[in-house]
């Protein structure tokens, strides 16, 4: 049963880039049936795809996102990243990581993690 | 504004059929799969429907999915108390490079 726990800052400064980390457990991120993905929802709003990536390093990234956006693996800790740059208010959001087999299929979820951006 | 359009809000007593939309394009809907995710209050979403009709197990058969043409519908049945959520559709888009598309979301009371 695969588990995913995010980590990293909750308050990041604007401009600055926001890192986020999340540890994978029960099974191992070089699988060739998963991608590793992020979700994010700024308070009270909607779901926002942000991006995923395979074991292998292919990613896929929104396009709204994808100039400042980077999603990367280190297969040796079962771990995958994200690293969100030129960060603003509008960037404050509980982020999720969650694997996805297929486009639009996400399964599980991590419990997600606020980061706000502010100064 | 969300690619995907829900209607923001639903309601429906104990026990009844309620239905939520979830319209889409040529391009999302129309040419790929929907899913579906059950948010309760405070915490992560749940995967609910996939493949536009499928449970995971371990989701209850009164939820059940539909897809015609560029539009999608989550039924639920039997409306129970614990139903009371927001619940979003997703699906891939192949237009902008392709990107994974939600809608924003609909907020299910239970009256």
């Known amino acids: 049963q695969l588990q995913l726990q995010e980590s990293g800052p909750g308050l990041v400064k604007p401009s600055e880039t926001l890192s986020l980390t999340c540890t994978v457990s029960?099974?191992?991120?070089?699988?060739?049936?998963?991608?590793w993905g992020w979700i994010r929802q700024p308070p009270g709003k909607g779901l926002e795809w942000i991006g995923s990536?395979?074991?292998?390093?292919?990613?896929y990234y929104n396009p709204s996102l994808k100039s400042r956006v980077t999603i990367s693996v280190d297969t040796s800790k079962n771990q995958f990243s994200l690293k969100l740059s030129s960060v603003t208010a509008a960037d404050t959001a509980v982020y999720y990581c969650?694997?996805?087999?297929?486009?639009?299929?996400?399964?599980?979820w991590g419990q997600g993690t606020l980061v706000t951006v502010s100064s | 504004q969300s690619v995907l359009t829900q209607p923001p809000s639903a309601s429906g007593t104990p026990g009844q059929r309620v239905t939520i939309s979830c319209s889409g394009s040529?391009?999302?809907?129309?040419?790929?799969?929907v899913y579906w995710y059950q948010q309760l209050p405070g915490t992560a979403p749940k995967l609910l429907i996939y493949?536009?009709?499928q449970r995971p197990s371990g989701v209850p058969d009164r939820f059940s999915g539909s897809k015609s043409g560029t539009s999608a519908s989550l039924a639920i049945s039997g409306l129970r108390s614990e139903d009371e959520a927001d619940y979003y559709c997703?699906?891939?888009?192949?237009?902008?490079?392709?990107?994974?598309?939600f809608g924003g979301g609909t907020k299910l009371t239970v009256l």
């Open positions: 969650t694997v996805t087999t297929t486009p639009g299929w996400f399964d599980p």
């Open positions: 029960g099974g191992s991120i070089s699988s060739s049936s998963y991608y």
């Open positions: 990536i395979y074991y292998s390093g292919s990613t």
């Open positions: 040529s391009s999302n809907i129309g040419s790929n799969y």
């Open positions: 493949r536009n009709n």
């Open positions: 997703a699906a891939w888009d192949d237009s902008l490079s392709g990107c994974v598309v």
